[in-house]
């Protein structure tokens, strides 16, 4: 089996690393992830990792509490879930390294994009913790950025559902599911793929996402081989 991609930015959403807990981190569900991305790496794939950070504090969630401090926790949050991915990974016996957007030198590296490269030439997966760096800006920007810096093939929008719909499937069992989309489309439908700053920053770099679900792990692999049931943008 060969895959179709060489470099891939996977981006997973601090609540998936929760698993069933809905918060925290469930370890089993990390160890599941990160088998995937072993297979990933063990087929020739190149991958980088971004990791929202959902699963301990949501800024937007915050209340009254100004809105670059409460960012700023997101970000910490983030490096966190960074961390437990690494370790993870290493106990697969996979070389990883996490780097950061915020400069935290006793525990990871900082972010420069040749380093990242140089990594993932290596064989190692990159971990892209505390998003962009700057408040105002959510995960899936920073994962948009973090591709195109590093000229990714794609960005694999792992999500608890199986693609991008014109409505929530949650509320609308009418809900229509789409296969393939214009990154025009999304902005312009207003289609909750990614925030608009994210689907612009993909769109003037020509970066494709694929949106698939993660309830089932081995959907990574497959989606490394060109097979999915989600949606792919491009």
């Not at 290493?90 to 490269?117: D, F, P």
């Amino acid at each position: 089996m060969k895959p179709v991609y060489k470099r891939v930015l996977l981006k997973l959403s601090g609540e998936v690393l929760a698993g069933e807990k809905g918060t925290g981190i469930d370890f089993e569900k990390v160890m599941d992830v990160c088998k995937r991305i072993k297979e990933s790496v063990d087929l020739g794939v190149q991958v980088a990792v971004v990791v929202g950070g959902g699963n301990f504090w949501r800024g937007r969630s915050s209340g009254n509490m100004d809105r670059t401090r409460a960012d700023h926790m997101g970000m910490l949050a983030t490096s966190i879930n960074a961390l437990a991915l690494a370790d993870a990974l290493e106990q697969l016996g996979v070389t990883a390294r996490v780097q950061t957007a915020i400069e935290m030198r006793q525990i990871a590296e900082t972010y420069i994009r040749n380093k990242a490269v140089r990594h993932l030439e290596k064989g190692r997966v990159v971990i892209f913790g505390c998003g962009t760096g700057n408040p105002f800006f959510s995960t899936d920007t920073a994962a948009a950025l973090r591709a195109a810096e590093i000229g990714a093939d794609v960005i694999f929008k792992a999500t608890n559902v199986d693609g991008v719909y014109d409505s929530d499937p949650n509320k609308n069992p009418n809900a229509k599911k789409f296969d393939t989309l214009s990154h025009i489309d999304v902005l312009t439908l207003g289609l909750n793929v990614m925030d608009s700053t994210a689907a612009s920053l993909c769109k003037d770099n020509g970066i494709k996402i694929l949106v698939f679900n993660l309830n089932d792990p081995d959907n990574i692999v497959r989606a490394m081989l060109g097979e999915h049931n989600g949606t792919l943008v491009q």
